[in-house]
């Protein structure tokens, strides 16, 4: 894995430095960079501990429980079985789960969501596809299992089990391409895929969660996005915050958050935002981040083993 990890940060190096090269030169960083201390929305990012699980090697996407307190959830990148792990806000193993009937060929990231009646969910995107060679996409939907103190004990060699999870099948409404990011939008439920370009803006998409339906589903394309970055659209990871007013998408060097204008009532509105710069901090191979459970913080890891867990507090 570790391997896979560095071929895949050694070619992101080559492209970002061919991109920076047609841009007249300029260096692979943000436009406006600056100082974690002095962003007005978060105070500087903070590792609050290490992954301690030895089987969490590729953490490839984050996501905190809308129903337990401190507790995110994790998942390896391709090459992986079909497992999920829970850790807190320190990085300690809280449990690990196999999901079955489940096929690990390239998760990317994963999501959480609370339904209207207080169940919660987890959502896994099996949609990665360096190559755009994949023409039909996955996204598993499970029960979100209930951590217990017992739970912490197991691993990949002895794992629980959670439910047999409910699967959505989608297309994209153009050409197939790559995607590292899904969200929920925590009130009306429906799900944001994000791709990732090296050659121009993000494309973002919406489902509708229709598990139910075992029909294969064409993605609404919404619009393209930006960020203050070279590539532009090279997005690794994302969330939507619990009150669905904000939005944070990364790359492999920081983290961009919009915020929905306070008069607006359409979410869609969002993207049309410009994004602020957030420093995370320094992380191997960035490709997740999330909200914490009341949306006070911002989450982030990185792929590796033993990787640092980064904590940034809103300020505001």
């Known amino acids: 894995m570790l391997n896979k990890t560095i071929a895949k940060f050694s070619g992101f190096v080559i492209l970002t430095s061919a991109a920076a090269v047609f841009f007249n030169g300029c260096a692979f960083v943000a436009s406006n960079p600056r100082k974690a201390d002095a962003d007005p929305r978060y105070g500087p990012p903070k590792i609050t501990g290490t992954i301690k699980s030895a089987d969490i090697t590729e953490s490839s996407g984050i996501a905190a429980s809308k129903c337990q307190n401190n507790v995110l959830w994790t998942h390896n990148d391709s090459g992986d079985d079909a497992f999920v792990f829970a850790m807190n806000n320190r990085g300690d193993s809280l449990g690990t789960w196999r999901v079955p009937n489940a096929q690990n060929i390239d998760w990317e990231d994963i999501a959480t969501y609370k339904d209207r009646s207080g169940k919660c969910f987890i959502y896994i995107g099996e949609f990665g596809d360096n190559k755009s060679k994949r023409h039909e996409h996955l996204i598993y939907r499970i029960p979100e299992p209930i951590v217990t103190p017992a739970d912490a004990t197991s691993d990949r060699k002895d794992p629980l089990s959670t439910d047999n999870p409910e699967m959505l099948r989608f297309v994209y409404p153009d050409f197939d391409q790559d995607a590292e990011t899904v969200m929920v939008h925590p009130i009306n439920g429906d799900i944001y895929v994000v ?75 969002i993207w049309r935002q410009e994004p602020e710069t957030i420093e995370i901090g320094r992380r191997a191979v960035g490709e997740a981040v999330c909200y914490s459970i009341d949306g006070t913080s911002i989450f982030a890891t990185s792929e590796r083993l033993n990787s640092p867990l980064i904590e940034l507090h809103r300020r505001k």
Do not use: M
């Open 195 to 269: 791709t990732k370009r090296v050659s121009g803006p993000a494309g973002v998409y919406r489902l509708k969660p229709a598990f139910k339906n075992a029909d294969l589903q064409k993605a609404e394309e919404i619009t393209e996005i930006s960020v203050p970055s070279v590539p532009n659209g090279f997005i690794t990871g994302g969330d939507i915050s619990p009150d669905g007013r904000r939005l944070i998408l990364c790359d492999y060097t920081q983290a961009y958050e919009f915020v929905l204008p306070e008069t607006a009532e359409n979410f869609e509105e």
